[in-house]
């Protein structure tokens, strides 16, 4: 499992850390189910803690079975049953790895792997739904004007304007999967919140936004060195050097930071809130120490 959004292990508790592999694990099973085995492979930290964020809102914590795996094929552990959740992040990941996919071909970057994985995802049916609809023509649209932006010039790169652009391909993602769930997701949700539901989903469009923006940067400043040997487009390519790139990255990253973490004190959380603090306060500032710091980054 690979991925920058996730816990600060050492102050989970047992029982927080349980909750959240029961997530991975119920993501990783529907994933199986709805997208095949092969997709299975592309989960990753960050859309675990995109489940947990939705099913944070549900109005009651969801059933878990225990059980086996290809992995733990002898100990059997807690599984988040399949839910209208779980599928929704499984469509989502299908369409963000389409997106990765037709984006490396841009650049032609593993064009080979890429033309193979994309002719196989390409025939999921939510993709070519996804295809067929304005949210995609305003994401396509969004990352013509983000792919302008990384082929200029060094000096006249906008990271802030970058980040932006990046946010808005996410947020439009998530209003697009938030109305394909919206029948079946709103009668989980509190009575209080269900007749709100435009008004949370744009909290969390503007939630998810940033936390896509934060990925991109740190991202970024991990493939800073070798995007710069191979004069790959990166944001921050006006920067000569690591200590430069941390003084341009450090205020942007820690700024996001700071704005999810006002932003989760805000939103109407029913379960996982321990979890979801521990990753908006430690996870990411723990994440972009180690990323500075050119260490490995743990598995969970």
């Known amino acids: 499992m690979f991925g920058y959004i996730k816990p600060y292990k050492p102050d989970l508790t047992f029982r927080d850390f349980a909750e959240y592999r029961a997530v991975y694990c119920g993501l990783c099973k529907?994933?199986?189910?709805?997208?095949?085995?092969?997709?299975r492979l592309g989960l990753t930290y960050d859309a675990t803690f995109m489940a947990i964020l939705?099913?944070?809102?549900?109005?009651?914590?969801?059933?878990?079975?225990?059980?086996?795996?290809?992995?733990?094929?002898?100990?059997?552990?807690?599984?988040?049953a399949e839910q209208v959740v779980l599928p929704a992040v499984a469509h989502m990941m299908n369409i963000l790895a389409c997106l990765k996919l037709e984006d490396n071909l841009q650049d032609k970057e593993k064009v080979i792997l890429s033309r193979l994985?994309?002719?196989?995802?390409?025939?999921?049916?939510?993709?070519?739904?996804?295809?067929?609809?304005?949210a995609s023509a305003a994401v396509m649209a969004a990352l013509e004007r983000l792919h302008i932006?990384?082929?200029?010039?060094?000096?006249a790169l906008n990271p802030v304007l970058m980040g932006e652009i990046n946010a808005e391909v996410a947020a439009t993602i998530w209003r697009y999967m938030s109305g394909t769930m919206?029948?079946?997701?709103?009668?989980?949700?509190?009575?209080?919140?269900?007749?709100?539901?435009?008004?949370?989903?744009?909290?969390?469009?503007?939630?998810?936004g940033l936390l896509s923006s934060w990925v991109y940067f740190i991202d970024a400043c991990d493939d800073f060195m070798d995007d710069k040997k191979h004069?790959?487009?990166?944001?921050?390519?006006?920067?000569?050097?690591?200590?430069?790139?941390?003084?341009?990255?450090?205020?942007l990253l820690i700024d996001l930071e700071?704005?999810?973490?006002?932003m989760a004190a805000c939103l109407p959380w029913q379960n996982y809130v321990e979890i979801i603090?521990?990753?908006?306060?430690?996870?990411?500032?723990?994440?972009?120490?180690?990323?500075?710091?050119?260490?490995p980054r743990p598995r969970l």
Not at 117 to 134: G, H, P
Request: aromatic share 6%; charged share 30%; net charge positive.
């Open 231 to 251: 004069k790959h487009a990166n944001p921050f390519a006006f920067c000569s050097s690591e200590e430069e790139l941390w003084l341009a990255a450090d205020p």
């Open 149 to 155: 932006e990384e082929q200029a010039k060094s000096q």
């Open 117 to 134: 994985l994309l002719s196989y995802i390409d025939k999921k049916q939510d993709v070519a739904d996804f295809k067929r609809t304005k």
């Open 182 to 208: 919206r029948k079946d997701w709103q009668q989980l949700l509190p009575e209080g919140v269900r007749g709100k539901y435009d008004g949370l989903t744009e909290r969390l469009a503007d939630f998810i």
């Open 277 to 295: 603090a521990n990753v908006i306060r430690s996870g990411l500032p723990f994440t972009r120490m180690l990323v500075r710091r050119h260490l």
């Open 258 to 262: 700071l704005r999810l973490n006002g």
């Open 30 to 39: 529907t994933i199986g189910r709805k997208s095949g085995q092969l997709m």
């Open 54 to 80: 939705l099913l944070a809102l549900n109005e009651k914590p969801a059933a878990k079975d225990s059980e086996t795996c290809i992995v733990h094929p002898v100990s059997s552990h807690l599984v988040m």
